[in-house]
C-alpha cells in the first residue's frame, strides 16, 4: 500500500504559478506509475498528467499541454505538478494517485485546493 499526502495548493492570480507536491510513504515508490487529477465543483474528477515509473515518459490532458509539467523524484518518494500561466478555468481540487498495475489508479490523495483568480 501507498499513502499519499498534496500540498502546494493556494489562490493566485491569471497567469500566476503553482508548484504541487505529493508525498507518498512506503519503499517502493518507483514501482508505482503517478497521476495528477482535478474535480472542479459541479464536475466529475478529470486526468490531468501521468509519469511512467522511471520519470521518462510523461502525458497530458491538452488543456494543459505547454503549461504544466509533472516530475518525481523517487529518492525523495515525491511527484510534483509545475503549473504555470494558470487561467480561472484551472481552479479545482487537485488529487494525486498512484497506479500499481499499468495505469490503473488504486490510491488517492485527499486532494489540495487550487483557486486562480481572473
Known amino acids: 500500500q501507498v499513502q499519499l499526502v498534496e500540498s502546494g495548493g493556494g489562490l493566485v492570480q491569471a497567469g500566476g504559478s503553482l508548484r504541487l507536491s505529493c508525498a507518498a510513504s512506503?519503499?517502493?515508490?518507483?514501482?508505482?506509475?503517478m497521476g495528477w487529477f482535478r474535480q472542479a465543483p459541479g464536475k466529475e474528477r478529470v486526468s490531468v498528467a501521468h509519469i511512467s515509473r522511471s520519470g521518462t515518459m510523461t502525458f497530458y490532458v491538452d488543456s494543459v499541454k505547454g503549461r504544466f509539467t509533472i516530475s518525481r523524484d523517487n529518492a525523495k518518494n515525491t511527484v510534483y505538478l509545475q503549473m504555470n500561466s494558470l487561467k480561472p478555468e484551472d481552479t479545482a481540487a487537485y488529487y494525486c494517485a498512484a497506479a500499481a498495475d499499468g495505469y490503473i489508479y488504486d490510491y488517492w490523495g485527499q486532494g489540495t485546493q487550487v483557486t486562480v483568480s481572473s
Open positions: 512506503g519503499r517502493t515508490f518507483s514501482s508505482y506509475a
